[in-house]
Nanobody, 115 residues
């Protein structure tokens, strides 16, 4: 059984920063592409950023220059550094990862940007 567990969400003021983490656990022998997605009530889950196993990154236009995705393959952990946060960044953030050739989702972590 493999799983992804996110952490690091919370309440932050506009202009502030948060760092999300996603730890993969279980019997993992292959760790492929990983990514962050977000979802607000009544809307579809949207891409935030992805990172390949070799470190190539891809960002949604609305987070370019503000968010940075990174990974530590040895620790099987994915990160999302979020700076200059805006109220419209408020959402549940989900981790997604290719574990052993199959994509899995984490349970999500709430990020709220409000004064």
């Amino acid at each position: 059984q493999v799983q992804l567990v996110e952490s690091g969400g919370g309440l932050v003021q506009p202009g502030g920063s948060l760092r999300l983490s996603c730890a993969a656990s279980g019997s993992i022998f292959s760790l492929g592409r990983m990514g962050w997605y977000r979802q607000t009530p009544g809307k579809e889950r949207d891409l935030v950023a992805t990172i390949s196993s070799l470190g190539s990154t891809n960002y949604a236009d609305h987070v370019k220059g503000r968010f940075t995705i990174s990974r530590n393959n040895a620790n099987k952990t994915l990160y999302l550094q979020m700076n200059s946060l805006k109220p419209e960044d408020t959402a549940v953030y989900y981790c997604n990862a290719d574990l052993n050739g199959m994509y899995h989702w984490g349970q999500g972590t709430q990020v709220t940007v409000s004064s």
